[in-house]
């Protein structure tokens, strides 16, 4: 009984913590697992590939990337 009373409440923060927080981390993980590559001149369209975890690896292998984290 106490549950149907508490929703109403509950499901605006879901759906606002869901829509502000979770979802844009989500988007940001996904987002990072790819490059963009442009051929040529660089005039192109940008053309998105994934790296897998080429970016974390080039990161984490820069000193100065891991300088600032200290």
């Known amino acids: ?3 149907r009373r508490a ?3 509950a499901v ?4 606002l913590f869901l829509g502000v ?3 844009p981390i989500i988007y940001s993980v ?3 697992l790819f490059v963009v590559g ?5 005039l192109t369209q940008a053309e998105p590939q994934f790296a897998w975890f080429a970016n974390y690896a ?3 292998g820069d000193p ?6 200290g």
């Open 30 to 32: 996904y987002q990072s």
């Open 21 to 23: 927080y979770v979802i």
């Open 38 to 42: 442009r051929s040529g001149l660089g």
């Open 1 to 3: 009984m106490a549950l």
């Open 12 to 15: 605006p923060f879901l759906i």
């Open 58 to 60: 080039r990161a984490f």
């Open 64 to 69: 100065a990337f891991m300088g600032s984290l």
């Open 7 to 9: 929703w109403p409440f």
